[in-house]
């Protein structure tokens, strides 16, 4: 029995021996850097007996017949096949330590590198590391860099949040698109002779105007436009302004040109614009890309080659700063030969930032090449509005308008409404309309004039049969002087001086009513835009619903937001009607009435009182 143990145990030894001399000849080919094992020593690991015996050669048989003896003689009491078991388990243990552990680079906890043994190694874990070289970042002060790193984070994360609260305090509150100063706003017409008057001699004038800047600055104006403040015939100004004899220089009467300069300066400071109402007396008759004519010398002189219109535009818009002119006149013009040159000219003389105006009656009789240029030169078309022919008049003025060619493309003029100004007569002539005019007058698509007398309904001078001079007074019937308080002059002057005052007392209350028209108009995209422009296509945003009976009904809208509606009564009754078929309801936003703003009305049953208006801004 013990014969055929001592055979199976014999039997177990060279399988044994085989095996780790196949693990030998494949490690060593895939690692060559591991070193070949000299000497193994294996123990069995319940044997009390471990000593430091040199090594067992994987050839050597005497040796592995002494290892079973000393498995026999431990007294194991444990089959044969546990024993195979515990011996083949420290053998390949040793093995793949030796492949796993000692052939690769790694880091211990102080800083020192465990390599792979060289080929005089042992395999008893002493290796020799003398001749690697560490990497430079082993020795980098890591202290200090996680510092840094850490504040770099910190910071870079307190400047997001800065930038965060930043970008929503400054914020814009709306997105209304931004237009150039001079479409949608409000225009301040103002003839210099009847506003204000610093010196006492009767007569407004330029310093006078310089003091009431700000209270223009309050009603929201975007710009001041000057009726004619030039040198006039025979030093009359008050009665023949628009007859000029310079249009170089300032007529005496009203200030000079340092008072000028001054007011532009302090108009630009209160981010307004200034307009001057120039009277064209010639065509430029000079090639319109000759520009090279145009010399400045050095103490603000000028010569130029040109007509004195020319002159004048390039001395008023280069050198005194002006930032627009209303061409005056220029219908008696579109015949001429240099209109179309002239026009261009002047265009590229003050630049895109500054702008022209013509007269409606220059836009009418232009045709063909003269009207294609006056319609791509000119920035704005005057259009004047009355109620000479009704209600249902003034539905056909506004229709015929928006219906023009000025509305056919997106580059086209802008129209400044009007619906009083120097040349025709006050609002207050319109049975105490002007307030319910006024609010129209806002609500329509374009630029607002508004005349510096409307804003508080001052009555004109009567026209009195005085023989001579009634010519005269047909000059100076619209130009009474402005009025700052509630105080009724005295009305026994005579007519013919140029101190009149007009026969009514100044309504005042009117200023806050506009204040909130124009306040309203600047902020709200469907009253100021002219109309929708869609894939280059430009497409109306306004029209009259209802004109008859004195009650106008003028409904504007724009994508996205809501629709505003304009109802007025032009007549001396109080009018009562249902307008539930064309709206519901809304929320009042401004009107002739100030104290209703904010309430919400129905229109099933609407009664207004004569000569009010109301805006509504309806649900989207």
Request: with cysteine; proline share 4%.
């Amino acid at each position: 029995m013990s014969e055929l143990q001592d055979s199976g145990n014999s039997a177990v030894d060279l399988a044994a021996l085989d095996y780790l001399r196949g693990v030998k000849s494949s490690t060593c080919l895939l690692l060559p850097t591991t070193p070949s094992p000299t000497s193994l020593h294996i123990n069995h690991p319940l044997s009390d007996q471990m000593n430091d015996d040199p090594y067992l050669g994987i050839n050597d048989d005497n040796n592995m017949v002494s290892l079973q003896n000393v498995d026999l003689s431990a007294g194991d009491s444990s089959s044969s096949a546990d024993s195979n078991s515990v011996i083949q388990d420290p053998v390949s243990a040793q093995l793949i330590n030796n492949i796993s552990m000692l052939d690769y680079q790694t880091l211990s906890k102080t800083g020192d590198i465990i390599v792979g043994p060289s080929e005089d190694s042992k395999l008893n874990g002493n290796f020799n590391t003398n001749n690697r070289k560490l990497p430079s970042f082993v020795n980098w002060n890591w202290n200090i860099i996680r510092k840094v790193l850490l504040w770099v984070v910190v910071s870079g994360l307190v400047a997001c949040l800065a930038a965060i609260v930043a970008m929503t305090v400054t914020m814009p509150r709306s997105c209304n698109p931004e237009l150039p100063w001079y479409q949608g706003k409000v225009f301040y017409e103002i003839f210099p002779a009847s506003f204000e008057d610093s010196n006492d001699d009767g007569i407004g004038d330029l310093k006078g105007l310089i003091m009431k800047l700000d209270t223009i600055k309050e009603l929201g104006v975007s710009a001041i436009r000057l009726n004619c403040i030039f040198e006039a015939h025979n030093n009359n100004y008050t009665e023949q302004s628009y007859n000029v004899t310079s249009l170089l220089n300032i007529d005496k009467n009203i200030g000079t040109l340092n008072d000028f300069k001054d007011l532009v300066i302090e108009t630009h400071k209160r981010n307004m614009s200034l307009v001057l109402d120039f009277p064209v007396s010639s065509m430029a008759d000079m090639p319109a890309t000759n520009v090279t004519n145009i010399i400045y010398s050095t103490n603000d002189s000028l010569l130029v080659n040109a007509d004195d219109t020319s002159k004048a535009i390039v001395f008023w818009a280069r050198i005194q700063s002006v930032d627009g002119f209303y061409l005056k006149n220029l219908e008696k013009y579109v015949d001429n030969p240099n209109f179309i040159k002239s026009l261009q000219f002047w265009k590229h003389i003050i630049g895109h930032d500054k702008i022209l105006i013509s007269d409606e009656a220059a836009y009418r009789k232009a045709s063909g090449d003269a009207l294609h240029v006056l319609l791509s030169r000119i920035d704005l078309v005057d259009i004047h509005l009355d109620l000479q022919n009704g209600t249902s008049g003034l539905k056909d003025r506004i229709e015929e308008v928006i219906c023009s060619s000025l509305w056919s493309q997106p580059f086209y003029p802008w129209v400044l409404w009007n619906i009083g100004n120097i040349h025709n007569n006050m609002l207050i002539r319109h049975e105490n309309n002007t307030l319910t005019l006024l609010t129209l007058n806002f609500i329509l698509p374009g630029t607002i004039n508004l005349y510096h007398v409307d804003e508080i309904g001052l009555e004109d001078i009567p026209l009195h049969n005085n023989g001579d001079n009634s010519r005269e007074y047909g000059i100076i019937t619209h130009m009474m002087p402005m009025s700052w308080s509630n105080i009724n002059v005295e009305n026994d002057l005579p007519r013919s001086s140029w101190n009149s005052n007009s026969p009514l007392k100044p309504h005042n209350h009117y200023l806050e009513v506009l204040k909130s028209l124009t306040n309203l108009r600047l902020n709200t995209p469907t009253i100021y835009l002219k109309a929708i422009y869609k894939e280059g296509n430009i497409l109306k945003n306004t029209e009259v619903r209802k004109s008859e009976d004195n009650l106008v009904i003028i409904e504007r809208w724009y994508p996205r937001r809501n629709t505003c509606v304009f109802v007025g009564n032009l007549g001396n009754k109080a009018i009562s009607t249902d307008l539930s078929s064309m709206f519901y309801g809304g929320i009042v936003i401004a009107g002739t009435n100030s104290s209703l703003i904010g309430e919400v009305l129905y229109l099933d049953e609407i009664t207004l009182p004569p000569y009010s208006a109301i805006i509504l801004k309806l649900e989207k």
